[in-house]
């Protein structure tokens, strides 16, 4: 289905100040992290490295409902359903915990995080459901706790329907998907509250391997693992230290400029990543990274010299239209497979283009007017 390098990848603690810091920095306009030595953003180049998460693929699109009532009593199974009032938008992640056995398994305060992961890896059971609800169960709970999470206690049910055909699930550019939820729930985060919605562990990662300042070290022996997340190792529990977001962030002002690395991945093979040899078509092209009803734009001209090429200097205005991220909210079914359909889309100066997926892969006029612009 697509998941399988980055749940190889061991559990490791969230550098919270570091997070809190970066997200205070996210530009909703320009969709990019405003540093002192210019804009940085996470690119689906990133997203298939640190992850292994597909970029190439069909969209996440699909059918959005108002009421998943019968959709979760079928796919889940009844128990997730019984004695709720309808409509049904949500499931508790604790009822997901609670169906896999894990009822109570939270870390202790004195347990290591190697500790924890074993007792947790025990306490893992699946008993007395189907193969195939089996896996909806877990997937769901993957979702709603780390690929799609939110800042709330509740699955968002439209996934759901997505794990119907297993075999298709294993078809989408769920990458692409997890970096545009990422970017929908970064702006409201930094507004409303204390933590961060989206795949922070990813963020955090991504953080590390450009500006070395936050609490993550290279592990020895991990030299070799796929996907880059796996080898990262972060300082123990962050509740013991006294480290504040406002420390991270004039950390951030004093940061070397000299120091920022802008293309880390110079010296990996596609060949040992699977997910990059396959989406590299991908990633120097503008894009819309479409996750059912969220659809967020990835702007190509801020993210130029991690590829390694000339960036000259943008006045973020002229990138084009306002409130290009679109969070739809509604009172009946939606179908956002016939809304977007497979498409993303590049920018010229003469206004948008959409085309589709397969028609971009061929375009030629676009990357040499392109490379024409940027690549000296």
């Not at 499931?91 to 290591?112: F, K, V, Y």
């Not at 329907?161 to 930094?190: I, K, N």
């Not at 000339?310 to 239209?321: C, D, K, N, W």
């Not at 889309?345 to 028609?359: K, P």
């Amino acid at each position: 289905m697509g998941f399988r390098h980055l749940l190889s990848v061991r559990p490791f603690h969230l550098d919270v100040p570091y997070l809190e810091a970066l997200r205070e920095r996210w530009e909703e306009d320009c969709k990019a992290f405003i540093m002192p030595w210019g804009h940085m953003i996470p690119t689906l180049e990133d997203v298939a490295y640190l992850t292994g998460l597909p970029g190439q693929g069909e969209p996440v699109v699909g059918l959005e409902r108002r009421d998943y009532h019968d959709d979760i009593a079928e796919l889940l199974g009844p128990e997730f359903v019984t004695g709720r009032r309808r409509p049904i938008r949500g499931i508790l992640l604790g009822s997901l915990s609670e169906a896999m056995g894990l009822r109570g398994g939270r870390r202790g305060p004195l347990e290591t995080l190697e500790e924890f992961y074993a007792r947790v890896r025990g306490l893992l059971d699946l008993g007395g459901q189907s193969e195939e609800r089996c896996v909806r169960i877990f997937v769901s709970y993957f979702f709603g706790r780390l690929l799609f999470a939110t800042q709330s206690s509740q699955m968002n049910c439209k996934f759901v329907l997505l794990l119907r055909d297993l075999e298709q699930a294993g078809r989408y550019a769920w990458g692409a998907a997890m970096l545009g939820h990422l970017f929908s729930l970064l702006p409201s985060s930094s507004q409303c509250s204390q933590s961060t919605g989206g795949f922070t562990p990813f963020l955090q990662i991504w953080g590390y391997t450009r500006f070395s300042m936050g609490r993550g070290t290279l592990a020895e022996g991990r030299q070799t693992m796929v996907p880059l997340m796996g080898r990262w190792e972060v300082a123990p529990d962050l509740r013991v230290t006294d480290r504040r977001v406002g420390d991270v962030w004039v950390a951030l002002d004093h940061y070397p400029h000299e120091q920022v690395v802008w293309t880390p991945y110079q010296r990996e093979a596609d060949a040992s990543h699977p997910a990059v040899a396959a989406g590299r078509p991908l990633f120097d092209r503008h894009l819309l990274l479409l996750c059912l009803g969220t659809c967020e734009v990835l702007y190509l001209e801020l993210v130029v010299r991690t590829l390694g090429w000339h960036q000259p200097a943008i006045e973020v205005p002229s990138l084009g239209r306002e409130e290009h991220s679109r969070r739809r909210f509604f009172a009946e079914d939606c179908d956002w497979g016939a809304d977007h359909g497979s498409t993303v889309a590049y920018w010229r100066e003469g206004g948008e283009q959409v085309v589709r997926v397969t028609d971009l892969l061929d375009s030629s006029a676009y990357m040499e007017d392109f490379h024409a612009r940027y690549a000296g």
